[in-house]
Every structure is written in C-alpha cells, then in structure tokens.
C-alpha cells in the first residue's frame, strides 16, 4: 500500500463550481498536512497546510483534515480559471528528511 | 526576488554524458534537496542537504551525486546519463522549523 494515494484525475469543471480534492495516507507518524498548487511548467508552490484535524480556511480555500480516517481535502469555492492547474497533497513527518507527496490532480476550471 | 533558480531550464543530452543541474538560493535555508517529477510516480526526493557540508540520499540516488559547499548552491550531477534520467528535476529548500517546501521552477532532461 502506497503512504499517500491521490486521484490523479483530471478533473474539470465550470466557472464558479465548488471543487474537492482529495487524498488518503496511511502513516500515522505524519504531522502537517500540505496543499500544493503547480501551474504548468513550473515548481510546486505551497497553498495552504494545517496540523490538527478539522477546517482551515484561507479565502476561497479551505483545508480539511481528519486524522481518525487518515484522509485529507481541499475545497475551492467559486473556482476560477486561474485555479485551473495540478493540486498535489503532501506530508511532513518529524525527523524524515522529505515530505511525502501525492501524484498529483490536475484540474481545468472552463469559463 | 528571493527565491530559487535554477540552470538550465531545458536541456537535450546524450547517453553517456555527464551533466551538472544548478541550484541557488537566496533565502538563506538550511536544508535543500532535489527530487525528480515523472507522470504517474509523482515527485521523488533524489538527494537533500540539512546544512552545507552535509548531504543525504533519498528514494531514487542511483546515478545522482549532490554536494552542497556552502548555504546557497547546491548542484545535482549526472555521471553518466541514461534515457531513464528523462524527467523534470526540482529543486527546493527550506528553513529550519519550518513547514513546507519552496521550489524552483525546474530542468526538463531529456536523455537520447
């Protein structure tokens, strides 16, 4: 079983619709929970991330955790065509010399 | 503006040949590290530093030599390279306590 595991998509939507994205982990060692956003071509640019269970909302973003069910979100209100790009969910753990990544879900937001 | 680059922004090389990937950053991290970005395995440390004169493997360091002299350098090279190294290499550091990663913009290698 893979440590994290991410529906690779794609996933398309309209103007405006309400998208969630989504992962799973199995080690029980991770601390911080991690939303990436990469446009095309470019590096991977930290979103958000939290560290305890339960919401954590920054505009029309808002980060979900549940630890009991090892299984994380991201919620996009209103989504924009700039939001159109590959979300990745990512994980720390103290001591580890990496985080932990998912592959990766590429969403397109059609206007 | 601070941040990361890296040189060069694409580049075709031959089977065999070695090559030098740059990293520099100005954010006066600690820790740095290079992973490799392929379609379906997603992003993959190759080597990290915690601090100059230190480095570190990853998951996939075969083929991958790293040192870091200093704060702000650290190049990844390729001995001696085969088609299998075509990929997209990130590099990223990142400040002692701190949470997350910030990346550069990437080297699209391709390997002939």
């Known amino acids: 079983q893979k440590e994290v595991e991410q529906d690779p998509g794609p996933l398309s939507v309209p103007e405006g619709a309400i998208v969630s994205l989504n992962c799973t982990y199995s080690n029980s060692a991770f601390q911080y929970f991690m939303w990436y956003r990469q446009y095309s071509r470019k590096g991977p640019e930290l979103l958000m991330y939290t560290y305890s269970s339960g919401n954590k909302e920054d505009g029309r973003f808002t980060a979900q955790v549940d630890k009991s069910s090892k299984y994380i979100s991201l919620f996009i209100r209103d989504s924009q065509p700039s939001d159109s790009a590959t979300y990745l969910c990512a994980f720390d753990q103290t001591g580890a010399n990496n985080l932990f990544f998912g592959t990766g879900t590429r969403l397109t937001v059609i206007p | 503006i601070a941040g990361i680059t890296q040189a060069p922004t694409s580049q075709i090389l031959a089977a065999g040949r070695r090559m030098t990937l740059r990293c520099t950053q100005d954010?006066?991290?600690?820790?740095m590290y290079w992973y490799r970005q392929d379609l379906g395995l997603g992003l993959r440390l190759i080597h990290y530093s915690n601090t100059a004169g230190t480095t570190g493997k990853g998951e996939v360091p075969d083929g991958y030599s790293v040192s870091r002299a200093n704060t702000d350098d650290f190049p990844l090279t390729l001995a001696s390279a085969v088609p299998s190294q075509t990929s997209v290499y990130f590099c990223a550091s990142s400040p002692t306590g701190g949470v997350g990663y910030t990346f550069g913009s990437g080297t699209r290698l391709t390997v002939v």
């Open positions: 954010m006066r991290h600690n820790a």
